[in-house]
């Protein structure tokens, strides 16, 4: 087989056993250029072999932009550091879903809708009485919303743009009632419900600390400071739940299932479930004296275990989003009046002693965005099992802007991968 460079007529061609193809290379308003390999196959007989898809363009998409060498992130255009600092969370949703930021006058209305359709149904209520009161949030969320899709039989009629648009904002309003009432029903605690004064992110501290025996008032540095959280978390182009979102919503599934599907793929460690692992993984460190043993232990290729909250298959350089969390840590240290937090320090202290070892270095390893939420968590008294549940709802605005915009898309497809075959060759039965 061989390759010929890119040509300047914006082609690059492949022989293989004496045939020639000629395929095109397009490029993007930025990023990598990407070759166009849908004639390959038929006029090849071959297929790319990408495993784990990293050199896969997937789609073409107008959200969210990444460049992983110069720790960029772009939401619509807009860097994250000036949304985090400027921006609402309803109005980065409203930017991700629509394209641009809200006017007054939408993101009034937006907020509206939100609230509106943050209510759960009453007999969402008898879901959670099925599940055990250990059960994990992200089965709880797993379950509710997949069962959602049950109360809304419209959201199967997927061709209308209006229903599309309705089911993607239930799906933002009532993500944090239903992470809230995992938690509360874990707790044994009574749920509580939306409040027409508060905020989304609120509304969302309040369904988890209110109780019923005394008044309680949402902190607004803490909700101020979730608010970044969520916007942080909002979109993140092609990662793994938003490609499982994509996936299911391919083959013309209900938008609650696709989102159920999304919760899924994000709950594990790999993903979503990292920032709880990162606090399991300091306190297993326990102390500054055992970070060289851990960390030996992470260079250890039989050891299986990983520098949790470290590494990210697209930032090789910083994560711009762990550089506001680590600042947003801080402020909320400070405004609860924690002055030492051990697991903070050990964090900062593992941190500095794994970006100056080779290991890292050369690997391109760097603090990914749950280094410092899981602590941040910790800190506003959320448990370990809902840092994940944070991260869904947060997520939710982002796989339904990319749910929403495949349906517009004139090159949608169902997504059918094909594989290298490894397997025996045709043989009988012997019998
Ligand atoms: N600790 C130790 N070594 C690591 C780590 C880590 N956290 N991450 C990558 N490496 C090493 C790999 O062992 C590999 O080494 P090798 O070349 O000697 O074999 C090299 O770095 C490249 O790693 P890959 O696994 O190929 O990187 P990939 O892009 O597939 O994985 C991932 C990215 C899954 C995020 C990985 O870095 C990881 O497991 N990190 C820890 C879990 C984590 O923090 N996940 C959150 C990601 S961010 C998010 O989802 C919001």
Redesign the pocket.
Known sequence: MSFSPPQDDGTVSITFQGKTATLPVLSGASGNSVVDIRSLTKELGLFTFDP?L?STAACESKITFIDGEKGILLYRGYPIEQLAAKSSFAEVAYLLLYGELPSKEEHEDFKERLLNHSLLHEQIRNFFNGYRRDAHPMAMLCGTVGGLSAFYPEGIDISNEESRDLSAVRLIAKMPTLAAWAYKYSRGEPFVYPRADYSYSENFINMLFARADRPYKVNPILSNALDRILIL?AD?EQ??STSTVRLTGSTGSHPFACVAAGIAA?WG???????E??LQMLGKIGSKENIPDFIAK??D?NSN??????????YKNF?PRAKIMQQTCYEVLEELGIKHDPLLELAIELEKYALNDD??VQ?K?YP????YSGIIFKAMGIPKSMFTAF?AVARTVGWVSQWKEAFNDPLRRIYRPRQLYTGHQRRDLNK
Do not use: I, Q, S
């Open positions: 784990g990293g978390h993140h990662n793994a994000l460690p790999a993903h979503g479930g990292a920032n692992a990162v992470v260079k290729k275990v990983r520098l949790m909250g470290f590494g990210h298959r697209v994560d290991y890292f690997r390893l990914n965005v749950d280094f991260f």
